[in-house]
């Protein structure tokens, strides 16, 4: 069965402090990995989609990379408004899409 | 565009009663998917449709639950009879294409239902 496991589930970092978030995926035959980021009371928006081994996307301070296990969303000199939760996704070569539980990154000033 | 819209924002409802959300998609767009958010279970895909048609209904979770899309700029998501555990929040996104990676999904701010 098709897996996503993020971790860690709760991250807090200091202002500028850099880290990385993990997305393990178990899929038969990956289609696309996707990168949203949820705020409270609000709808995940879309960050990135990674198609294949060694493919990276970068966004202002996020960098996403991929492996054939996981991905990475690394996070550079992050400020108080990258706060949000994370959410990984997987979509299968039958076009399942799965979601990760996400991490709730908490960035302090 | 003003973006996906859904209502109500907030549901409650006694168990046992019907239910029914709303959602109007960004102009435009073919695809529209309805999912669920729940602490234990995560975002999960209920139902999507192309074109007003539903193509995967597999993710809904018993016959409880029916969607409709009646035409491109609407869709409702039903619950006959609610049972409180369907509380959760009920995300609405439309997409321009394929439910496949090139194709962003955007999402509503959902309703958050919650049945008594």
């Known amino acids: 069965e098709d897996q996503v496991t993020q971790s860690p589930e709760a991250l807090r970092l200091q202002e500028g402090e850099s880290s990385s978030l993990n997305c393990s995926y178990t899929?038969?035959?990956?289609?696309?990995l996707f990168w949203y980021r949820q705020d409270p009371g609000k709808g995940p928006e879309f960050l990135f989609t990674?198609?294949?081994a060694g493919e990276e996307k970068e966004k202002e301070r996020l960098k996403a990379t991929l492996t054939k296990k996981e991905s990475f969303l690394h996070i550079t000199a992050p400020k108080p408004e990258d706060s949000a939760t994370y959410l990984c996704?997987?979509?299968?070569?039958?076009?399942?899409?799965?979601f990760g539980a996400g991490t709730r990154l908490t960035v302090k000033p | 565009d003003a973006g996906v819209i859904q209502s109500p924002r907030h549901e409650v409802t006694e168990m046992g009663q019907e239910v029914t959300l709303r959602c109007k998609p960004i102009?435009?767009?073919?695809?529209l998917f309805w999912y669920r958010q729940t602490m234990m279970r995560g975002l999960e895909l209920l139902i999507y449709?192309?074109?007003?048609?539903?193509?995967?209904d597999s993710g809904m979770p018993e016959d409880r639950f029916s969607a409709k899309m009646p035409n491109a700029s609407f869709s409702t998501l039903k619950i006959q009879p609610s049972e409180p555990r369907d509380s959760a929040v009920y995300f609405c996104?439309?997409?321009?294409?394929?439910?496949?990676?090139?194709?962003?999904?955007?999402f509503g701010a959902g309703t958050r239902l919650s049945v008594l």
């Open positions: 996104a439309s997409s321009l294409g394929g439910p496949w990676g090139k194709n962003i999904q955007y």
């Open positions: 899929v038969s035959g990956l289609r696309g």
């Open positions: 990674l198609y294949s």
């Open positions: 996704a997987v979509q299968a070569r039958n076009n399942d899409m799965r």
């Open positions: 102009s435009g767009h073919d695809y």
């Open positions: 449709f192309n074109n007003n048609v539903p193509i995967d």
